[in-house]
């Protein structure tokens, strides 16, 4: 793999659509028009379309095309990019991108594109990682906070950090070697200067746990006794049939798993199988994976019976689930006088709702989201990030502390000066100023080819 080839690959999701993309990276890129396009420099402006045909290395035409040339520097890899948008599905791909490859290109390795792009100055490496952050978005959450990093709101919060410590850092290390031409400067101004970076430090990790928050996901358990309607309310969350409803208890033995959206966050949605004492094996089993499911999930929904009130495993599982329960009276459709029970915690939430007509979705999606701590606003100003980052960002701040500590106190400055070099290099590791090839390697790796 050399950084002067010239790369090329499917830059559109395969499969059936009307249109394709094959981009194309690298110095032979006007070559390739040339020879697969007929397309001389001079007909081909740059940043403009023009349609021409798609040649075969045996001068068939297998498509016709338009191709967009992007000169370097102004190109998403900082090099010679051309983007061939051609008819989309799997042949005519297939034809074009072999076309392309006949001309001189070779096929891209993941997120070559964007590698390119990182080490071409186009970006640093959180907002390369952001451009994978922002495609596999699902909520408009998690895409807020991807754009936000992608903008580099991250990287400005990261180099504005970097940017105090090492003037600070500069001031520690010139009284250490020239001590008798420096004073020793103010420990007091200095130890407030650290004190107001760590706290801004400290927003930074908390916006980015929110992005990461949002990413991860977050695992929510149904559970509750048998027909009090969890598939029901699965099947509301999930906007389809997911699990099988019926009124015989015990119908969910196993435990289903839907992605739906609450709130703008993703969740995993779990239905388990009705909590109950009974003789079947199989339904035992369900019964203990229900109580470990809700175990380890970041919130549980209790489902209650609103027709038939509370029963004595219903509050053994509200219970259970603690400070992550929410209780949810189903079938107020039945019942409509008030569920209220005073054996329910008055910490924990609860709605009244009707699983099958979606009535109280809405308060549950509030419910849900205070109880997470994510209340309104809470994801406005996330910022994407990857673990890799948090603990970076997490580590650079430990030093600070150590470093501050080491200010205040009557010791030498080596200490601190020491400190701050290593959170120094914690948070170059965030924008990529100091990282391992084979770190990037493995962060280009998960990438999707065409990226
Ligand atoms: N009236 C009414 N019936 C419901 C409601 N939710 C579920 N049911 C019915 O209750 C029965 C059990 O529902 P199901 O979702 O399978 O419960 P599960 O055993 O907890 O998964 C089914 O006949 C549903 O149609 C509701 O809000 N109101
Ligand atoms: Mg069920």
């Not at 599982?317 to 029970?341: E, Y």
């Not at 099958?356 to 999606?365: I, T, W």
């Amino acid at each position: 793999m050399s950084a002067s080839d010239t790369i090329a690959a499917l830059a559109t999701a395969p499969g059936m659509g009307a249109v394709a993309i094959v981009r194309i990276s690298g110095p032979l890129c006007l070559q390739i028009a040339e020879s697969v396009g007929r397309l001389t420099p001079e007909t081909l402006k740059p940043r403009s379309a023009r349609l021409a045909g798609v040649r075969s290395r045996d001068g068939d035409e297998v498509d016709r095309a338009l191709y967009t040339f992007y000169p370097q520097p102004a190109s998403f890899t900082g090099e010679d990019c051309l983007e061939i948008s051609c008819h989309g599905g799997y042949a005519a791909v297939q034809a074009v991108l072999a076309a392309v490859m006949s001309a001189g290109a070779r096929p891209a390795e993941p997120g070559e594109f964007t590698r390119r792009a990182f080490v071409n100055g186009k970006m640093d490496l959180a907002q390369a990682e952001a451009v994978n952050q922002l495609i596999r978005a699902r909520t408009q959450t998690q895409r807020a906070a991807a754009k936000h990093t992608l903008d580099g709101a991250l990287s400005h919060r990261v180099r504005g950090c970097s940017e105090v410590i090492t003037r600070i850092a500069a001031t520690l290390e010139a009284s250490i070697d020239f001590p008798e031409d420096v004073d020793e400067p103010d420990r007091a101004v200095l130890a407030a200067e650290l004190s107001a970076a760590i706290e801004s430090l400290e927003r930074t990790v908390e916006l980015a746990s929110r992005g990461r928050m949002l990413s991860a996901g977050i695992r929510m358990a149904i559970v509750g006794r048998p027909n009090v309607g969890k598939s029901s309310l699965l099947n509301l969350l999930a906007t389809r049939p997911r699990a099988i409803v019926s009124d015989i208890p015990g119908t969910t033995r196993d435990f289903l798993e839907e992605t739906v959206e609450i709130g703008g966050l993703c969740v995993l949605a779990i239905d388990t199988a009705g909590i109950r004492d009974t003789a079947d094996i199989v339904e035992q089993e369900g019964v203990k994976r229900a109580l470990e499911t809700l175990e380890q999930a970041d919130i549980g929904l209790i489902v209650l019976d609103a027709s038939e009130g509370l029963r004595q495993v219903d509050i053994e599982v509200l219970d259970k689930a603690g400070d992550r329960a929410v209780a949810v009276w189903n079938k107020t459709d039945i019942v409509r006088a008030s569920p209220d029970d005073p054996r329910i915690p008055p910490s924990v939430p609860c709605v009244r709702m009707c699983a099958l007509s979606g009535e109280g979705l809405p308060e549950l999606e509030v419910a849900v989201i205070s109880r997470l701590g994510a209340g309104s606003g809470f994801f406005d100003e996330a910022l994407a990030a990857t673990q890799r980052q948090v603990a970076a960002l997490e580590r650079a701040r430990e030093h600070l502390r150590v470093a501050e500590e080491a200010v205040r106190s009557p010791y030498a400055l080596d200490l601190a000066a020491i400190q701050i070099q290593t959170a120094r290099g914690a948070l170059a590791e965030i924008t990529g100023e100091n990282v391992v090839d084979s770190l990037i390697d493995t962060i280009f790796s998960t990438f999707c080819i065409g990226k």
